[in-house]
């Protein structure tokens, strides 16, 4: 019997997140036994989507502003339409390739309105395609707030009329859809709680540090690393402080980060082994995206959350907040951010005992290959 094929879509477009989360569930379909194939649409990352797994690269744009609201090449480059028309062909070609029994599209269309020039074409394919393969929306579980007068209703017209379920990687009792989509109830029998999508137990940790500060992809990380950095000499310098400026941290901004390190610090774009490196330091200062929430949630670290609000973004507020209430994270905020304030918090964090562990589900990526060969197994019955 040949493995069931999936066809997972995923764009990311200023960080890293969306990739990270869409191989951690890739990786574990293909554990289970699935033929995976990942298009991706942004910059590469190294390390994803990961071994095993099937990989298509379209040609890759960006968000050409923190809004998110144009796109432009890898060159920075405004995207054309001769560009976006060649890589809409490249896509549809990819689908009819891989002949799928299940299509995975990520965030879409909660999200990714932008790449609606090649994802509404694919879900005509899709609706033409014999047989038709079964149409998922894999979604994290808080969204972007603020949206658009008739933005909701759109999208979940499009729900009703061509997916068949809307894999939500998240706890319930931690957050539920409707809280940041109120018409969440108008598709609630497409709804599929997966638990959060978080790595496994990581290994016993090949160095070791006192506090971690990182920025995720990196994308807009700088004054948070910057502000780190200044803290550390005003702390104890027997204190092992690690950076991640994350790997798209542009140029200067490193180079500027790079000078005048202090001797208990170091500095790295990125580090693979981050969730090993997590386990055994004791305060980690972060952005509070899905993914590195993800990594603290299996660690007892003491976790300082800077949420990213740029462009009126409330996602990382939103869950800032639920950890804070339940007693995981401090708060800083982003805009005035000094190092006197990290110092602060990060004195605060170094006399608190460990953190205890979160009672929260973070077997998502597990569960969602679980729910998709469910899936599967009914169209078949």
Known sequence: M???????????????????????????LVRDGFDVTVVTGGLPVPGFPGEGVKTVALPAVVASNAGFSGL????????????????????????HAAKPDVVIIEAFPFGRRQMRFELLPLLRAIEEAEPRPKLVSSVRDILQENRKTGRDQETVALVRDHFDAVLVHGDPGFVRL?????????????????????????PEPAE???????????????????AAKEAARLLPSDLRWLLISGPNLPEPDFARLSRD?????????????????????????SQAGYNTVGDLLRTECRAILIPFVAGGETEQTVRAERLQALGLAEILPEQGLTSAHVKEAVEKGLAAPRQEPASLDLDGAEKTAAIIRSMIAESLA
Do not use: C, W
Not at 3 to 15: D, E, K, M, S, T
Not at 208 to 226: H, M, N
Not at 262 to 279: G, M, Q
């Open 261 to 285: 390190v202090a001797p208990n610090v170091t500095l790295a774009r990125f580090r693979k082994d981050f969730p090993s490196l997590l386990r055994s330091a004791r305060v980690s200062i």
């Open 208 to 226: 070791t540090f006192d506090i971690i500060a990182s920025a995720g992809g990196g994308a807009v990380g700088a004054e948070l690393i910057g």
């Open 2 to 28: 040949t493995a069931p094929r999936i066809f997972f879509y995923v764009q990311h477009l200023l960080g890293i997140g969306h990739i990270a989360r869409a191989s951690r569930i890739a990786n574990a």
């Open 72 to 95: 432009a090449d890898a060159d920075g480059r405004p995207a054309g339409e001769e560009f976006l028309a060649a890589r809409r062909q490249l896509l549809l070609d990819a689908f």
């Open 178 to 202: 409707e809280d940041t989509f109120p018409l969440a109830p108008e598709i609630a029998d497409k709804l599929r709680y997966t638990g959060l999508v978080a790595p496994p137990p990581a």
